[in-house]
């Protein structure tokens, strides 16, 4: 290992022991995805200093990758065991995508913007992520013909919970998003799919994500 990869190993590490177990992240799939998955290798080469810093940074087409706290947050949401099919929308360089293949059996990906769709492709094969699957669309309609889904994540804020998501939960499944105004703060909300026509919904705080774009989504 050279001396740049070992002081990314090191960053990782400080970042899962200083952001996310002191803020509350305590599955410990998702600390060691965190701790695996090389950050510095989704983001633009010119900010790979700043890969493992807490906050968002720019990924191009007015897209970002978001802080690795919320990131960890998100997928802890989700109380994954390692045997389900989940959904991400909102690719972006797919590194959210990259981590829950660590913790789930397989992953659909959705992205709406073709070079990122296609960049995130190239990030995950350079990475071995390979069990991650891309297609470039509407992620607020989902991706029917793969679903159920077990878990469904959207990196981007909604005005209302996507209807098309919601069915396409297994019953058990849960449906992490944010929801509120397009250009302001958002909730994050989980929606667990109790039965074939009951929903809980919960939500854990304040956040603001890039409006989710599409028929289920802003216009």
């Known amino acids: 290992m050279n001396s740049g990869n070992q002081d990314y190993r090191t960053k990782r590490q400080a970042m899962v022991r200083q952001q996310l177990a002191p803020r509350g992240i305590v ?5 060691e995805a965190m701790a ?7 983001v633009p080469e010119h ?3 700043e890969a493992y810093e807490d906050h968002p940074l720019p990924i191009g087409h007015g ?21 389900e099919r989940v959904l991400d929308v909102g690719t972006g360089s797919g590194y959210a995508a990259a981590v829950l293949a660590c913790i789930a059996l397989e992953v659909y990906s959705i992205e709406r913007i073709p ?3 296609a ?9 071995g992520y390979t069990q991650v699957h891309i297609r470039c669309g509407d992620g607020s309609l989902g991706w029917p013909e793969a679903a ?6 959207v990196a981007a804020g909604a005005p209302s919970v996507p209807s098309a998501l919601i069915q396409e939960l297994s019953v058990g499944g849960r449906l992490v998003i944010p929801v509120g105004s397009e250009g302001g703060d958002q909730q ?3 929606v667990t799919r109790v039965s074939d026509s009951e929903f809980e919904q919960s939500g854990v705080g304040e956040v603001r994500f890039v409006p989710l774009l599409g028929e289920g989504g802003w216009a």
Do not use: H
Not at 27 to 31: A, H, N, P, Q, T
Not at 36 to 42: G, Q, S
Not at 148 to 153: C, K, L
């Open 188 to 190: 994050l909300l989980c």
């Open 27 to 31: 599955d410990k799939r998702v600390l």
């Open 115 to 117: 070079d990122l769709a």
């Open 63 to 83: 897209q970002t990758i978001s802080q690795p706290y919320i990131v960890a947050l998100m997928a802890e949401m989700l109380c994954l065991t390692g045997r």
């Open 119 to 127: 960049q995130a492709r190239e990030n995950l094969d350079k990475t």
């Open 47 to 49: 900010l790979r200093a």
């Open 148 to 153: 159920p889904f077990d878990g469904v994540s």
């Open 36 to 42: 695996r998955v090389p950050r510095e290798l989704f």
